[in-house]
């Protein structure tokens, strides 16, 4: 089967195609054959060696295709059954082994490629909206790189709580795809904490997903209210230097935690949960999903070239 491989950490030119034996599904294990791989930043960290994996390493955590293969002892799942799954390591190929545990069916009216652009972004949004900071009616919510993978479905999760939803991005183009996924507001990065304090009355808002990092951590934390909370789950501008707790006290007993998709989806019970959630609502027409961008297999390397460059909006697919 053809996979991408990276050898050595670096640049995008490191995600080389390359040819390898079929994989056998092991106990508990399921063989998927890929149709669509959903690409995250996080497959830009973990190419960087910013969150290492030994060495060398098939890249990508999100896909979703159909079962050729179930290996001993697995009940739930059959050759044919359409399936996504996330945080799973290995996705940039034709053929990937999955744990049946963390494999997600895929509902009926959800195409495999809606699936594979669906499921980790939309999970990360639910769980950042009604676990890490439960949003209230009226509450106000920065939400950082708006017109992103992430962003788009949080705006969009954020507003059905009922919340008043800031965006920031980069472009007057992607500020204007925020406000089409309906946040109320869209700024640019360049003083949005000052922006944030006039439109709140000088309040500040009740929580800020950052997903952006070093470029907007400080920032973000003087856009809060009084015990307002900073979830810091990303770090799309590079990682948020140490710093003093005691700047937490000395801007008003704020709250900061650093929450990940795998924290939200440790048991079958929570992940199917989520998952669940995202189809219905997308199912329903409450949620859409933006795909900005499909590539071959064969240029990963492109994809990775376009979202470090901050060239895409919403979703980027990879198609083995
Ligand atoms: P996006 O589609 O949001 O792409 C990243 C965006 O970050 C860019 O488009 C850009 O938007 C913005 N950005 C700001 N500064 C920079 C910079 N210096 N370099 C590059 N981009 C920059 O990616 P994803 O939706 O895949 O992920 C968004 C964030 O969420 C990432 O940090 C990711 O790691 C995190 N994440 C965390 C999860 C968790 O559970 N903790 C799960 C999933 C994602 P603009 O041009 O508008 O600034």
Not at 16 to 36: I, K, N, S
Not at 162 to 172: C, N, Q
Not at 283 to 312: D, Q
């Amino acid at each position: 089967m053809k996979a991408i491989r990276v050898h050595a950490y670096g640049g995008p030119e490191t995600l080389r195609l390359e040819e390898l034996p079929l994989p056998e599904p092991g106990p508990g294990e399921v063989l998927v054959r890929v149709e669509y791989v959903g690409v995250n930043y996080i497959d830009t960290y973990r190419r960087r060696g910013l969150y290492p994996v030994a060495l060398p390493f098939t890249p990508g955590e999100e896909g979703a295709g159909v079962v050729e293969k179930a290996g001993e002892g697995v009940l739930a799942f059959q050759p044919g059954d359409r399936v996504a799954w996330s945080n799973v390591l290995g996705s940039y190929a034709e053929y990937q082994v999955v744990p049946a545990s963390r494999l997600v069916p895929i509902p009926e009216g959800v195409s495999t490629r809606l699936a594979a652009a669906l499921l980790l972004q939309g999970m990360t949004a639910h769980y950042l909206v009604e676990a890490t900071y439960p949003l209230k009616p009226k509450e106000v919510a920065v939400v950082h790189a708006g017109a992103g993978g992430v962003g788009q479905l949080l705006i969009q999760l954020a507003k059905a709580k009922g919340a008043t939803v800031i965006a920031t991005a980069s472009t007057e183009e992607k500020r204007a795809l925020a406000r089409a996924r309906g946040a109320d507001f869209a700024l640019p990065y360049e003083g949005f904490a000052q922006a944030v304090r006039e439109i709140t009355d000088g309040v500040g808002a009740d929580v800020v997903y950052d997903g952006v990092g070093q470029a907007t951590f400080e920032e973000s934390l003087d856009a809060l209210r009084l015990r307002g909370m900073l979830v810091l789950f990303g770090q799309s501008s590079g990682p948020v230097s140490p710093f003093d707790p005691q700047v937490l006290n000395h801007k008003g007993g704020l709250f900061l935690t650093r929450p990940s998709l795998h924290h939200y989806t440790a048991s079958r019970r929570e992940l199917l949960h989520r998952a669940g959630e995202v189809f219905r609502r997308f199912l329903e027409g409450r949620l859409s999903v933006h795909i900005g961008g499909e590539f071959p297999l064969s240029e990963a390397a492109e994809a990775h070239r376009a979202l470090e460059g901050r060239k895409t909006v919403g979703k980027l697919l990879l198609k083995p």
